[in-house]
C-alpha cells in the first residue's frame, strides 16, 4: 500500500510540476510579440514560436521516456532504503551515467521482484 502511494504522489507531483511550467511559459509567449522587431515581425514570432514547440516537444519526449524509469525504480529504492524523501533524490543519484551507486539488476535481485 505505501509503495503504491508513493507512486501515486510521484504522478501528482509530476503533474503538478509540468502544469506550472506551462503557467511560467505563457507571459515569456506573450512579450514576443510586444518584444518583434517592426520589419519582419510575423516572421520573427513565427521563429521563435517553431523554437519554443519545438523545445516543448523535444521536453515532453523527454519526459515521456523518464517518467516510467522513475515510476519503476522509485518504489524499489524505497524497498531498499524505508525512506520515502530521500528515496526520491536518490534515485536520480543511481541514473547518473558515469556515478552509477547500484545496478537495475541488484534493486532487482534485493527486492524479490527480478521474476
Partial sequence: MKLLASALSL????????RLANMMQQPFTGSLIDNAPNENALEF???????????????????????PIKVTVTPRIILLHDI????L????????????????????TNTGLSQ
Fill in 89 to 108: 533524490f536518490l534515485d536520480v543519484a543511481y541514473l547518473k551515467i558515469f556515478k552509477i551507486r547500484i545496478s537495475f539488476l541488484q534493486i532487482l
Fill in 11 to 18: 504522478f501528482n507531483v509530476m503533474v503538478m510540476v509540468s
Fill in 45 to 67: 514570432v513565427a521563429s521563435q514560436y517553431r523554437i519554443l514547440i519545438g523545445s516543448a516537444t523535444l521536453g515532453t519526449i523527454i519526459g515521456l521516456l523518464l517518467l
Fill in 84 to 87: 520515502v524523501p530521500r528515496a
